[in-house]
């Protein structure tokens, strides 16, 4: 695979109890160091339209056909606005990859889900769709899904775009973003 | 000069007539290519609160005492709030440059600011306060200011700082988030 490949990588921006809505944040980079573009557009908190936001963002940039995968911040935006990879896939031909630093806890998850939504069992279907990857860095390891390319070709997706640290640039600088638009000035992941 | 200098480059976002403010968008980059933090904050258009929101945005960020220089688009942001480079110097002790990409009107800019502003002189002195020097580039030349360090450092500072194009990193990106956060999608400068 080439260095200079083009990948999306997409994070949220954090909020608070008052908010209603959470901005998403896109940067297109070329190779893992080169930005090429920033993209934005809003999410419900805790609603329902994470992964049609996505496939806006993603069908709608000029820089769609060259992009060769979309990186993800984990499996929900805003809250538990719950991302479908598989329908994102569907909708837009681009192999999606989500990325957590943490593993997930998987019961911690489903009793939060079942507390606050009366559809908790199919966002929690969601959440548990698809093969949790543990990917091996330099560091700590990391947890990875993939739709649309195997795991194989993810991990070599994920080791071009990464340049220090564990977390792949186009999701570390959409974090930067997200977070700095959201609070003045942004808080590190690296 | 070390090539891992930090530099932070500030841009503004694009706005409508309909609009009251402009978003500023301030980020700290490490040799050009390494994005250390995002930051933002918010000018009046047509005001004259430029100068205050770059000294606040400065001297209220963690990365303050790693900061080299600070790299500025042009002259003014949102609109005609233009930017005191003396002051934001005096206030910060960060030496300040201003990048543009075309040579500045200066009659142009005075007929502007006559028409619309009681104090045009005070804002024209502003604007037309230090050397503007042509500084040669791979391809067009850029118009280049400077407070507190030589032509000469600001030279270097820019030279380490651009990666492809004329312009250097930190105002290109500051400019691809100030205006992807702005339209949904950034528009080019390179």
Redesign the interface.
Known sequence: MKNEIRVLGIDDSPFTFNDKFS?I?GVVMRGG???E?????TVEIDGDNSTDKCVDMIN???HKLQLKAVLIDGVSFGGFNVIDTEKIYDSTCIPIITVTRDKPDFEKIKMALEKHFKDWEERYKLIMEGDLHEVKTVHNPIYVKCVGMTIKEAKEIIKIST??GVIPEPIR?AH??A???SR???YGKA
Not at 37 to 41: D, S, Y
């Open positions: 901005d944040i160091s080169y930005i573009c920033v993209l934005k557009n709608h940039t000029r340049i220090r600088v930067m973003i977070s700095g638009i003045g000035e942004s």
